[in-house]
Each structure stands twice: as structure tokens, then as C-alpha cells.
């Protein structure tokens, strides 16, 4: 799965690929490199990020979805606002990566706090297309929080009891389970340790039975233990990251950098044939 940012401050790239011409020749260098599928974001989530208004977030997206919905590549829509959701699908997108895993309601917050009027939720957006895919992401409290007050003690059976609620909740909905991918949130409101221990026990995860997508890429988890501050030197780490998530059984990768990440899974391919 690669990258394609419409945003001006997300942590790797943000303002590379706000101009649409910018952002098609990245879409078409992402696909030539090899990626299978193509994340459009409009919205930055890294720690500490400021929301952005639902219009603005559409400015951004629908244009380009319009340009590539006859690229014959699936598109994914990296959103928490059913509205969003909403229109990116009757657009033609054919997945939704949501970092709050569907907790949404329309012109609200998460489900289960306070709100004024609203529309449907996130999951009954989804419930409405039947043949578009859903990626259910764990994120400990918020963007703006997450990583001032990350998560303490164990991360698996926390991670894998928010996952396993979100998609059972999903399937009450009438969502068929093989719809469904769980994202474990790499660096979403977890420590170092945390999300290392995520990678090393994936296995844990893998027991809820559903497939896996995994976002190391140039995470500032990498950064930690390689000593690289920027997120740019980060690329050797991230295809290391994300070799080791599908050795241990991930079914997709999210990556920046796909032509490298391309030729290591050649590698590793290679090596599997061989082994059978």
C-alpha cells in the first residue's frame, strides 16, 4: 500500500503533494515502483496534529480520486469522518483506513461522548456499501494526545481486545468478516518498547483471524533505535520493518518508500520458493 498525502504537515512528507499535478505524478511513481494499492490522506494524524474541517479535507481528496478512479488500482481513503467516508465512496473508493477504527458519528466525536445533531456513524456508512473493504486501526486517546500519555502495561491483549470489539461490532452491522483488516497502530499513543513488542508478538495478533496491515514506515519508533532524527533517513529501517511484519504473517504493508520495500519482499520471495 503507498503513501499518497494531500496534507501540509504530515510528519514524513506534509506539502510535497498538495499541488494535484504533484500529487499524480506521485500516484503514478507509487504504482510504476510496484504498490498494489494506493492510501489517499487528507488529513494529517500524526502526534499533535490539528483537525481539519470536512470541507477542506474533501477539497483535497475528491478531486484526485476523480483523476485515478479509472486507474484500474484500489483506492483507499485514510479518513475517521463518515461524511468523508460517504463521498469518497459513492466517488468509487474502494477502502476505508480509519485510525479511529469507526468510532465516529457524523459532525461529532467518537462514539459515546456528547455530540449535537448528527448523521450516520461511521459504521452504518460502511454497513451502506457492501463491496468496499475497511481497515479497523488501534489508537490509544487522540492525535493531539496520544503520545504525551501513551499506554502503560501490556500492549497485546489491549490492542487485540479493542480490535477484536471494533470488528465484531462492524459484523453486528452486517459487515461480512472478510471485509475486515486490523491495523495494530504502530506509533499511535504507544511507547518504543510497545510497539516493538507489537512486531515481535504478532502472532497475537494474527489469532483474531482476520489479516493484518502494518505501518512502520518511518516511524519515529525506527528513529529511536536507529539514531536517524529525520524521518527521511529512515528508509533501510522501514523496509527492514516492514520485511520482519510480513514474515511474521501481516498481509499488507503501508509504506512511503515502495521501490526498495519492493525488492527486499523480491528477496524474500525468492528465498520462500526455494524453502517450500
Not at 109 to 116: F, I, M
Request: glycine share 8%; aromatic share 4%.
Amino acid at each position: 500500500m503507498g503513501i499518497l498525502n494531500l496534507t501540509p504537515d504530515s510528519f514524513s512528507d506534509g506539502g510535497l503533494y498538495l499541488n494535484p499535478s504533484a500529487a499524480l505524478r506521485h500516484a503514478e511513481r507509487l504504482l510504476s515502483d510496484g504498490a498494489d494499492v494506493l492510501d489517499l490522506g487528507a488529513e494529517s494524524t500524526r502526534p499533535g496534529a490539528t483537525p481539519l474541517p470536512l470541507e477542506a479535507e474533501l477539497q483535497r481528496l475528491l478531486p484526485l480520486l476523480r483523476e485515478l478512479r479509472g486507474w484500474q488500482v484500489p483506492l483507499s481513503i485514510d479518513t475517521y469522518k463518515p461524511e468523508a467516508m460517504q463521498a469518497c465512496l459513492d466517488e468509487g473508493a474502494d477502502i476505508i483506513n480509519d485510525v479511529w477504527a469507526l468510532r465516529h458519528t457524523a459532525s461529532s466525536g467518537p462514539v459515546g461522548q456528547p455530540s449535537g445533531p448528527s448523521g450516520p456513524s461511521a459504521e452504518e456508512v460502511l454497513a451502506q456499501h457492501p463491496t468496499c473493504g475497511v481497515c479497523l486501526m488501534h489508537m490509544h486517546l487522540e492525535p493531539q494526545t496520544m503520545q504525551s500519555a501513551p499506554m502503560s502495561g501490556d500492549v497485546l491483549p489491549q490492542v487485540s481486545d479493542f480490535l477484536r470489539q471494533r470488528a465484531s461490532a462492524l459484523q453486528a452491522r452486517g459487515v461480512a468478516r472478510a471485509r475486515i483488516v486490523l491495523d495494530p497502530g504502530i506509533g499511535f499513543g504507544k511507547t518504543v518498547a510497545q510497539n516493538f513488542a507489537l512486531l515481535a508478538r504478532q502472532s497475537e495478533l494474527l489469532a483474531l483471524g482476520y489479516p493484518l496491515l502494518l505501518g512502520w514506515s518511518r516511524k519515529s519508533s525506527l528513529g529511536a533505535v536507529t539514531g536517524c532524527a529525520q524521518a527521511a533517513e529512515r528508509v533501510p529501517a522501514s523496509v527492514a520493518a516492514a520485511l520482519l511484519a510480513l514474515e511474521r504473517g501481516a498481509r499488507i504493508v503501508r509504506v512511503h518508500d515502495v521501490a526498495p520495500t519492493v525488492q527486499a519482499l523480491k528477496v524474500w520471495q525468492a528465498m520462500r520458493e526455494q524453502a517450500r
